[in-house]
């Protein structure tokens, strides 16, 4: 039987005050993803190695890390798909910070979370239930599938490259924003926050977020350009003011606040 072939690998080794790439070599097998050579890393050679991961299925979104320079799942990516003899560098998210090798700090994600207004459904009808239409739910349902692996948050070049990872949204959530804002059952009207708060209007649409997606997710076209619209439909369409001005348009959702966060302190 013949051996399996020999992978190289060069690997970040570092943490907030710096770091290098430095070599490595597996045995690969048959379906070998990267985050199976960096566990026979671990293992064999290099067991301070720090590397987050979870599920190994492409569920939990944990194992998130750039491989020749682009943002994917280390368990989703088969050694079988980069060419025989060549190395394959593995890096941390370049748009947050390092922690320790591949472990990056993600928390201004959390952060951004925490700002969303929470979805606030209209009373329920008297016999107790709600109705909405099949199709209403069906274009926000794609964006439930969102895994929060923070890729495309990684990608957005608002964050990686002008470092606005606490003052714009970012693709994950605004695709959030928009699931709200197309709800059928929803009864906030965040567009004004979409626009101040959130800072759509940072984004340029260059889909870099929807290629990197692995959920597939259309972020670009089904959710960040519709809530784009919305907003420059309220706010910049000079005819829609007009109408607005002299007959006060149609009844508008309740405007939405940021929510008021409480600091946890520990006891002393």
């Not at 070599?23 to 050579?37: C, F, I, K, Q, S």
């Not at 979370?113 to 069906?138: H, L, S």
Request: glycine residues 6%; hydrophobic residues 35%; proline residues 6%.
């Amino acid at each position: 039987m013949a051996a399996e072939r020999k992978a190289q690998l060069k690997v970040y080794r570092g943490d907030k005050e710096g770091g290098e790439l430095k070599d490595y070599e597996v045995e690969t097998y048959p379906g070998m993803v990267v985050l199976d050579a960096i566990h026979d890393i671990q293992a064999k050679q290099e067991p301070s190695l720090a590397v987050r991961w979870n599920c190994k299925a492409g569920r939990c979104g944990s194992c998130s890390a750039e491989i020749n320079g682009k943002p994917k799942l280390m368990c989703m990516t088969r050694m079988t798909s980069f060419p025989e003899n060549e190395p394959i560098t593995v890096t941390p998210m370049k748009s947050f910070p390092i922690i320790k090798d591949l472990v990056t700090d993600v928390s201004s994600n959390f952060r951004m979370a925490k700002k969303i207004p929470a979805f606030r459904p209209r009373p329920k009808e008297a016999d107790g239930t709600w109705r909405m239409q099949q199709e209403d739910i069906d274009r926000i349902q794609e964006f439930r599938k969102c895994i929060e692996c923070f890729l495309c948050q990684d990608t957005c070049h608002v964050i990686r490259d002008h470092g606005k990872a606490e003052d714009f949204a970012g693709p994950r959530f605004l695709i959030a924003l928009a699931g709200l804002d197309m709800h059928p059952l929803d009864t906030l009207d965040r567009r004004e926050l979409v626009k101040d708060e959130f800072k759509v209007g940072y984004c340029n649409i260059t889909r870099c977020c929807t290629e990197v997606c692995p959920e597939h997710i259309n972020i670009t076209d089904n959710g960040i350009i519709p809530m784009k619209e919305r907003v420059a439909d309220d706010y910049f369409d000079p005819l829609r003011w007009v109408i607005r001005k002299f007959t006060g348009g149609p009844e508008k959702k309740e405007k939405a606040h940021l929510p008021v966060l409480q600091e946890k302190t520990g006891s002393k």
